[in-house]
């Protein structure tokens, strides 16, 4: 229950011991409008907390989200990763493509379990995006496509200081 003009926080690692440190999707219903977002603060517990990100949560769903901006540089411990949840109740699948900056492109693909959160680290996956700037289109794919919803975090380092800092953004729905 959430009273009327207020704000409520769900602490998903708090949730449950299993879900600590785990990637997870979220899907919320409510009877009336809310705005939910994806918070996200680092490194440990609430009293060593420097950084954080926070991204609105999607509407619907789809069938192929675009990120325009991803980048890749190990010397940073600078890595986008693409987060894809499959909001169904059946497994599907997901062509991502990877177009680099100055041209080219590449694709992986990736089996999305029904119900579930899948984390693709770009730059490890996709060694040609190691050291280079990137967009990328995430397809769900197959005869019954799979209901995506997809997100873009990126962190990296700063003075020597693992993870100093990361952003992220809600991928822009195409269909």
Known sequence: ???GNSRFN??????DAALADTAVSTTLTSTVPVIVERSMWWPGGSATWH???ASAGATTDGLAWAIADGEDDRSRNLTTYVLIANAGARQGSARIRVFFEGGGEA?????????SRTNLDVGA???D???RRFAILVESAGSTPAPLVVERATYWDAAGEPW???T???ATRLR
């Open 107 to 115: 694709e992986v693909w990736r089996v999305l379990p029904a119900n």
């Open 164 to 166: 100093a800092a990361g």
């Open 51 to 53: 950084e954080a990100h």
């Open 1 to 3: 229950q959430v009273a």
């Open 129 to 131: 995006a190691q050291g």
């Open 168 to 170: 992220n953004a809600a």
């Open 125 to 127: 996956e996709v060694p």
């Open 10 to 15: 769900i602490w998903v690692d708090f949730e």
